[in-house]
């Protein structure tokens, strides 16, 4: 009898991990099929691994996901519901595809709780504040997309799309030098994509901004400066956005009229970071004044100076291109320059 009930045993060990087994291998051609962006036929797959373990939070986020791409969001949320009440991988990235979920109906309140809920159970994870900001930035409330973007940007400093994000708002409210720092910042993690091209397009308008040049009755040139937060001007941010107007201001000057467009961005640019270096922000704590802005002065009087300019600006110009690819060796000691800064806090 002992012999029988320990074969019985052993055979509904080796059932349960053929069973485990199966589950997971069938999980793995559901994924190819999935990653092939063949969302249908994966979910043949992930169904026959669902009748096997119907709870199995793995199981269900990859049903929620295909359906997702499907465009089926009723089925998608319902699997992702299961998934979510496991404290696992597969749980935490089933509360966001939730939040995206919520976000898309147009039920952001639901969204912003999703993604709260998933910070409560998961702590400070740089994807949930991220798309909470995102969420929090369609409702227009910019406030807290700020604080969830640089919450995110806290947790996970090389995140290049919460530098961007955080960008985008400060453009949205005319906080221009505001906008400029995590710009320059995305543009050092994410060099040379489409995306790239457009936040230097972005660096250039924010620098052009804020000064309108005409001709006047006798064909003189004059130069307006507009100044676009007339109540913030007392501020140190407000006081950077009209030192941006005046640089441009001066490029407009005769003076200058010779120089090239790399010579005013080197010059500019390193201006503004010296000038808001310079500014006296009392008690203000922040991720501005304890890291960007001290950063970036480093930066600009560093023996590397050259080298950062070249490289942010790669993206829209060839000289620039052309200029990184050929002082490799530069670029590296720039890097480990980098890894060994310590910036004051």
Not at 123 to 141: F, I, P, R, S
Not at 151 to 164: E, Q, T, V
Not at 310 to 332: C, F, I, K, N
Request: proline share 2%; net charge negative; hydrophobic share 40%.
């Amino acid at each position: 009898m002992k012999f029988i009930l320990s074969l019985l045993l052993t055979c509904f060990s080796i059932l349960c991990v053929a069973q485990e087994d199966s589950v997971q291998s069938i999980m793995m051609r559901g994924i190819d099929y999935h990653d092939n962006g063949q969302y249908d036929l994966s979910l043949i797959e992930y169904q026959k691994a669902y009748n096997l373990e119907p709870k199995n939070a793995f199981v269900n986020y990859e049903m929620a996901l295909s359906h997702y791409y499907l465009g089926n969001k009723t089925r998608a949320e319902k699997f992702a519901k299961t998934a979510s009440n496991e404290a696992s991988e597969n749980g935490l990235q089933a509360i966001i595809l939730l939040g995206a979920i919520y976000d898309e109906r147009g039920d952001h309140k639901k969204s912003i709780k999703m993604y709260r809920e998933g910070i409560k159970t998961f702590g400070d994870y740089y994807l949930l504040w991220y798309n909470l900001g995102v969420t929090a930035n369609t409702m227009k409330d910019y406030a807290l997309a700020e604080e969830a973007f640089l919450k995110a940007i806290n947790n996970k400093l090389d995140h290049a799309g919460s530098h961007y994000a955080l960008a985008s708002i400060m453009m949205l409210q005319n906080r221009r030098v505001e906008a400029l720092y995590p710009l320059y910042f995305f543009l050092m993690l994410e060099a040379d994509t489409d995306r790239s091209e457009m936040a230097f397009s972005d660096v250039v308008r924010l620098m052009q901004r804020g000064v309108v040049t005409k001709r006047d009755e006798n064909g003189q040139l004059v130069i307006e400066l507009q100044v676009q937060n007339p109540d913030k001007q007392d501020d140190p941010m407000g006081a950077g956005d009209l030192f941006l107007s005046m640089l441009q201001a001066a490029n407009s000057n005769v003076d200058n009229a010779d120089k090239t467009e790399l010579e005013h961005f080197k010059t500019n640019t390193k201006d503004i970071f010296m000038f808001m270096n310079n500014q006296d922000f009392g008690d203000r704590k922040d991720f501005f004044t304890t890291y960007y802005i001290p950063f970036f002065a480093e930066i600009v009087e560093s023996n590397y100076y050259e080298t950062f300019v070249h490289y942010v600006r790669q993206s829209a110009y060839p000289d620039s291109q052309a200029w990184v690819m050929s002082h490799t060796d530069e670029l590296g000691d720039f890097f480990d320059w980098l890894d060994n800064l310590e910036v004051d806090q």
